[in-house]
């Protein structure tokens, strides 16, 4: 079954995302992952198969793996255990589904980089820095740094999110909290990398968004999925140039080649691009977690 939309479901919707629709069950949430697909923060017309259950999946495995660092928002994946009648979609949420404590969204995105790629790929060649912290001269693209760094970022209503300091993160929700978080943020990237390791896998970067719960911390949205993190196959790693990624790298190479201006209107996907992209996403979620999807 592919899930494009939850109109079927007939309860307030809290937030719709570009993959999640999150509707509001009071202290609860009901969070269901479609299987839509964005990139350059524009939504495409085509689905990808089993998307959504491979990120529903992936986060719920690392939440448990996790849980010994901090707590996290989840209550059940079980649809038989929803409120409000939801059993009866159970065809429709099962797998791709979770049911989650309310908790109040600390505004910002924590950011772990193990690896030189993406947007601290680009600081680094532009001031040898990333958010502020300075690395050592000569490191190539996809080179492991020293060691993981945290790199924050703003949450913005509206826009790109903006990378700061950890002294600006400091400025914003306070000195405590942001020290919490960091050191939070490094002790689960530390764990996840670990085991990622041992299935031959890298995680390059990743990040994480936390919030309040009877004043205690709490992660919650999504866990080390392929589309909050960077994850590489350690047997084709080779530093100094972009890594093969678990996540929408046939979409990306894809749309490098073809005359779209990455704004609004996004083009039709060919079925090549389709089908390879999901193949991607069940094999990270097959490598990581050991279970077949079903």
């Not at 017309?45 to 259950?53: E, R, Y």
């Not at 979770?98 to 772990?112: D, N, Y």
């Not at 400025?171 to 390791?197: F, M, P, V």
Request: proline share 5%; aromatic share 10%.
């Amino acid at each position: 079954m592919l899930l494009g939309d939850t109109n079927f479901i007939d309860l307030p919707l809290y937030i719709k995302g570009k993959v999640r629709n999150v509707y509001d069950l009071g202290d609860k949430l009901l969070i269901v992952v479609t299987d839509r697909i964005s990139a350059f923060d524009v939504v495409f017309p085509n689905l990808i198969p089993n998307k959504g259950k491979v990120l529903n999946g992936i986060s719920k495995f690392w939440f448990d793996y996790t849980k010994d660092i901090v707590d996290n928002h989840v209550i059940t994946t079980d649809v038989s255990e929803y409120p409000e009648g939801l059993s009866k979609f159970k065809e429709e949420l099962e797998g791709r589904s979770m049911l989650v404590k309310k908790i109040k969204m600390i505004p910002a995105e924590c950011i772990v980089r193990g690896y030189l790629e993406g947007s601290g790929l680009k600081d680094y060649k532009a001031t040898g820095s990333i958010c502020g912290i300075k690395l050592p001269e000569g490191l190539r693209q996809a080179d492991k740094l020293p060691e993981p760094i945290f790199t924050p970022s703003t949450k913005e209503s509206e826009g790109h999110d903006q990378n700061v300091s950890f002294e600006g993160l400091c400025n914003a929700i306070g000195t405590e909290l942001a020290e919490k978080l960091r050191d939070i943020s490094l002790a689960l990237y530390e764990k996840a990398s670990k085991y990622a390791e041992s299935k031959g896998i890298i995680l390059a970067d990743t990040k994480f968004e936390f919030g309040i719960l009877d004043g205690k911390i709490v992660v919650g949205d999504e866990l080390f999925t392929p589309d909050s993190s960077r994850f590489w196959d350690m047997n084709e790693y080779e530093p100094g140039r972009a890594q093969k990624s678990f996540d929408k790298q046939f979409l990306r190479e894809y749309l490098e080649t073809i005359d779209w201006d990455k704004n609004p209107p996004a083009p039709t996907l060919p079925d090549d691009v389709v089908k390879n992209t999901e193949l991607k996403y069940i094999e990270a979620y097959e490598r990581l977690t050991g279970n077949k999807l079903v």
